[in-house]
């Protein structure tokens, strides 16, 4: 919800125009909101040029800026998402919690869908160890499910029997094959109590916004999928990762310093869009 100034108000009528839901209007050469339906976009604080609207609600200082104040070179960035690899092979080395904070914060302000801002994170660094060791044990048990149907699809027969020697190589070997022995894993949840349409797409956005963020200092990022397999298989991780009431794991990425370099883009397929 919003509230206008009347004194610094031109009644230039941009907010009216932006809105999405008709929340605000001109009336005698001023902008009234009506705060019934406003679920707290921002767009009418962002376009009026006087900085007559400002929000009744928030938790944190609007910020005057322009899009001339975070112009982006358009090739370095086409290139950066040509040249973005996953990184499954990490540097021994923490990453700074200040830089860390850097990258949730891109998460937190992404765009979700109804303006829910329902999207928060759980980063394991302490507790690392622990949660690879649960999410091995549970995709073991999960493999024996599969490969005890006669029934089981190929591909999760095939995916049971990475799952078992990534099991293995964990606990015989030392070797990580579930998150690859990052110094930070960040977990990635949705509270879907009113809105259970947008929070998966919500999570993507925010983890690309984060990725290409974490990529502009340094670090490197591989979604780990399996994650959501072992949390459906054992239900007690939920309480170990900190799901609350109504939320849902989307999605996690380990994170680090890369420990492998590249030095090419690689092939894709060609463009299937279609002009209509």
């Known amino acids: ?23 605000i209007h001109v009336v005698e050469g001023k902008a009234v909101p009506t705060n019934k339906t406003c679920f707290d976009c921002g767009h009418c604080v962002a376009i009026c040029p006087v900085g007559a609207v400002t929000p009744l609600t928030g938790e944190e200082e ?53 303006n829910s801002q329902e999207i928060r994170f759980v980063v394991f660094d302490k507790d690392l160890k622990e949660l690879t060791e649960r999410g091995l044990k549970a ?24 799952w078992k020697n990534m099991y293995r190589q964990y606990f015989e070997e030392g070797t990580d094959r579930l998150f690859y022995d990052p110094p930070a ?13 947008t929070p998966p797409i919500d999570g993507a956005i925010a983890c690309a916004n984060m990725e290409m963020v974490a990529r502009s200092m340094g670090l490197g990022t591989c979604y780990i999928g399996f994650l959501l397999r072992a949390v459906l298989k054992d239900p007690s991780l939920k309480e170990f990762i900190g799901l609350k009431e109504h939320e849902e794991l989307i999605t996690a990425f380990s994170i680090g310093y890369p420990g492998v370099k590249y030095y090419r883009t690689v092939p894709r397929k060609k463009d299937k869009t279609e002009w209509r």
Do not use: Q
């Open 139 to 162: 995709l073991s048990a999960l493999a024996d499910d599969y490969l005890s149907d006669p029934a089981s699809p190929k591909a999760m027969v095939a995916y049971s029997h990475m």
């Open 62 to 114: 609007v910020v005057p800026m322009t899009a001339e104040d975070c112009r982006l070179d358009t090739e370095n960035l086409m290139n950066a998402f040509r040249f973005r690899r996953t990184i499954r092979t990490f540097r021994d080395e923490k990453i700074d919690r200040k830089i860390l904070e850097k990258v949730l914060e891109v998460g937190r302000i992404s765009p979700t869908g109804m």
């Open 185 to 197: 894993v960040v977990v990635v949840l949705a509270n879907t109590k009113y809105n259970k349409l």
């Open 1 to 23: 919800m919003v509230k206008v100034d009347p004194d610094k108000c031109i009644g230039c009528g941009a907010c009216e125009k932006d809105c999405l839901l008709s929340e």
